[in-house]
């Protein structure tokens, strides 16, 4: 009688008093309690099956990451507790040390941990701009000289000279700081102010005040060399290059050009996006790059965003292109729209994803490799030049690789000219 009961109690506000239970609310009883003493079993045994269904789809993983985890901080406090130095024990070295040791596990060069400095100038770089002074430093014998002092800079309206030797900035002693940490203490939000302590030669030092101003990098380099052929030189692919790239063509456009020199030597790669918006001008829309990754292949699209040009193309390569730069190279063989010279490529054809983490560190983890357009691989290969021409042979006459490729244009820009005419 107790299940009764406890139905009348849950709603004993809205019921009056009745006459004792008939014989039908008695069977209905009897019969819910059947139901109960079938179903119930049933529904636990569901609720296990799933349960075990689970724990052997997912606790093995999870249990041995928490086995491994435990061993870690079994491994920490034995630590803590036992090892003996003069000086105390660092844990944000430690923690990155971990860090670095766990990443090193996976056998992946392109998989690493970045310090907090070094991930705010590698930000810079790929945005091809920072609040600075605008001054390049030489750091040698454990002194920071001024290697150069741009125009109309900051720095040059302050009156830093190329020479001298920077004692402090904001006060603090340069002593024992490394290169990185010194270029992140000049630089700052734009607008911003910084001052600088430097010694002239035997003078007296000089307390130096200047407000920061935004730095641009420029990405690339171009002239008009003789004979109507054009040169463009890609330092690196940052957010700039695209609008860079474009710039350089458009001033070159009505200087009669006949041929194009797309210089990626030393190139070492940054943002994939740099490297589509240059195909765009050279090759049209296409495929730019295909990739690989976990959740298998994607094919990434030049998009309609500009006008090709036609004018015949040659492609300077070595083994310190690398990344974006093997992403142009390849899709340029790939469409016989351009011809390489030099040396193959580094072979470094993955895609590292960049995760901050909360101490300002970064990791850059391998998230995917790339293909060619038409599916060569990069990674571990690279891309090989039509016209191979070593370094040796380079060293021995005046960039022989560019020579090389300024006559293969000559012949085609000659070519094509007698084919326009006919």
Not at 7 to 25: E, G, H, I, V
Not at 125 to 143: A, H, P
Not at 155 to 178: F, H, I, K, N, R
Not at 299 to 328: H, M, N, T
Request: hydrophobic fraction near 45%; include cysteine.
């Amino acid at each position: 009688m107790a299940f009764p009961m406890l139905m009348s109690n849950l709603d004993r506000s809205q019921r009056t008093p009745t006459a004792p239970y008939t014989w039908r609310q008695y069977v209905f009883f009897v019969i819910m309690a059947g139901l109960g003493l079938v179903v119930l079993p049933f529904l636990a045994g569901v609720a296990t099956g799933h349960w075990e269904l689970f724990a052997r789809n997912r606790m093995p993983s999870q249990q041995g990451t928490v086995e491994c985890l435990h061993v870690f901080w079994e491994a920490w406090t034995q630590i803590e507790q036992q090892f003996f130095a003069p000086t105390p024990l660092d844990p944000q070295g430690m923690t990155r040390g971990a860090v670095n040791g766990m990443l090193a596990s996976l056998n992946d060069p392109y998989t690493l941990f970045v310090e907090p400095s070094q991930h705010r100038l590698e930000t810079d770089r790929l945005e091809g701009q920072f609040g600075g002074i605008g001054v390049s430093l030489d750091i040698t014998d454990k002194q920071v000289v001024v290697d150069r002092v741009h125009a109309d800079s900051p720095a040059e309206q302050a009156g830093v000279q190329v020479g001298d030797v920077l004692l402090s900035v904001y006060g603090m002693d340069l002593d024992g700081l490394s290169a990185d940490e010194v270029v992140l203490l000049i630089r700052g939000p734009v607008g911003s102010m910084v001052q600088l302590r430097v010694r002239r030669g035997d003078q007296e030092e000089l307390d130096l005040v200047m407000i920061r101003q935004q730095i641009e990098v420029p990405s690339l380099a171009w002239q008009l060399m003789p004979d109507g052929i054009g040169y463009i030189y890609i330092y690196r692919f940052t957010a700039r290059t695209g609008a860079e790239f474009s710039a350089a063509l458009r001033l070159l456009g009505p200087s009669n050009v006949r041929a194009l020199v797309l210089d990626l030597r030393g190139n070492g790669g940054g943002l994939v996006d740099g490297a589509v918006q240059v195909l765009g001008h050279l090759i049209g829309h296409g495929i730019a790059y295909r990739e690989l990754s976990k959740e298998g292949e994607t094919r990434y699209a030049i998009p309609f965003e500009a006008d090709a040009i036609d004018w015949p193309l040659a492609v300077l390569v070595d083994g310190a292109s690398a990344s974006a730069a093997e992403i142009v190279a390849s899709a340029l063989q790939d469409y016989g729209r351009g011809i390489l010279f030099g040396e193959p490529t580094s072979g470094k054809g993955s895609m590292q994803g960049i995760f901050l983490l909360s101490d300002g560190s970064s990791l850059h983890v391998t998230t995917a490799r790339w293909l060619s357009p038409h599916g060569h691989p990069i990674q571990g290969v690279g891309v090989q030049p039509d016209i191979v021409i070593s370094a040796v042979e380079n060293k021995a006459d005046a960039d022989l690789v560019l020579q090389r490729a300024i006559d293969h244009l000559h012949h085609q820009a000659e070519a094509h000219v007698t084919a326009y005419i006919m």
